[in-house]
Structure formats: C-alpha cells, structure tokens
C-alpha cells in the first residue's frame, strides 16, 4: 500500500514525465501519460480529445506543426482523495512555429484530474490555459542540436 507523499510523488513524476517526454519530441511518451480514456483540452483551441489514440494522432500532429518546443514546469499542487487526485501545473514553453519560423515563448496552467490505474497514476483529463503569449525577436534566438538522450528507465510507455 503506497503512502500519501508516494502517490503524491507519482503524480509529480508523472508531470515531469509529460515535459520531458515534449522535449525530446516522444508522442508516444506524451499521450503514455494518459488514462486510456483520458481527455485533453485547450480552452479556445478546438473541441476535446478524448482517448489515447486519438490523443498520439494530435500530438503527432503538434510535432509537425512545431519545428522547436520545449516546456518546463514550475510550481505544483496536489490534492489527493483515495484513487484520484487533482493537480495544477504553472509552466513555460519556448517553441517555433514551423510554417512560419516565428519563435513564441508562452505563460500557461494545466489543470489536471488524475487516476490510479493498474499501471499507475494517469491523467483522466488535462486543461491546459495559455495564459500569456509573446513572439520572440528570431534573431535573438540560437537553437542547438538536441543530445543523444539517456534511457530513463521507468517512464510511462504506450
């Protein structure tokens, strides 16, 4: 039987498994995060997806959509109730649009139900808020090849 502060620090890997998972351009990795059934939702930006599947298919299609991206996540909280949990995120993300080339730098929130599932800990739904946006000077940006990645053993897979 896990305790209050293991769940909470399976939760919080589970965020920190999302984040790494869009640095290194892993779809897979991102929707693994997810309950199987699991929705996303950006307010503003379309309807809901709703399953695993369907999930891969639009974060494939962020891949292509992104040239650069790159989130990290700051503060969080947790509030567990037995096998579920709600948790809010803060994070930023740098990114190039790739039609454009148009470099962003972006503010936003997820919000985020979480469920204890056989395999462990899985996002049932994620809000994620923009909540400021801004275009950055291109040539103000240098980009860099991204490294060769260690295995991390133990991250949610599909």
């Not at 699991?38 to 962020?62: A, C, F, M, N, T």
């Not at 395999?119 to 994620?126: C, K, T």
Request: proline share 5%.
């Amino acid at each position: 039987m896990s305790t209050a502060a293991d769940d909470e620090l399976a939760i919080r890997s589970l965020a920190a498994a999302y984040a790494d998972a869009v640095n290194r351009r892993d779809a897979e990795g991102m929707a693994a995060v997810l309950a199987p059934d699991g929705i996303i939702e950006k307010p503003g930006h379309g309807d809901p997806v709703q399953g695993q599947s369907k999930i891969l298919k639009r974060y494939l299609r962020l891949q292509r959509e992104r040239s650069f991206l790159c989130q990290m996540i700051h503060s969080g909280v947790v509030h567990l109730d037995g096998d579920k949990a709600t948790a809010r995120w803060w994070f930023s993300e740098t990114k190039q649009v790739a039609e454009s080339g148009t470099w962003m730098t972006m503010i936003g929130v997820y919000q985020d139900e979480v469920a204890r599932l056989p395999e462990g800990w899985r996002f049932a739904r994620r809000i994620q808020t923009t909540i400021m946006e801004r275009a950055l000077p291109a040539e103000q940006v240098t980009r860099h090849a991204l490294p060769d990645f260690l295995t991390i053993p133990g991250l949610p897979a599909l």
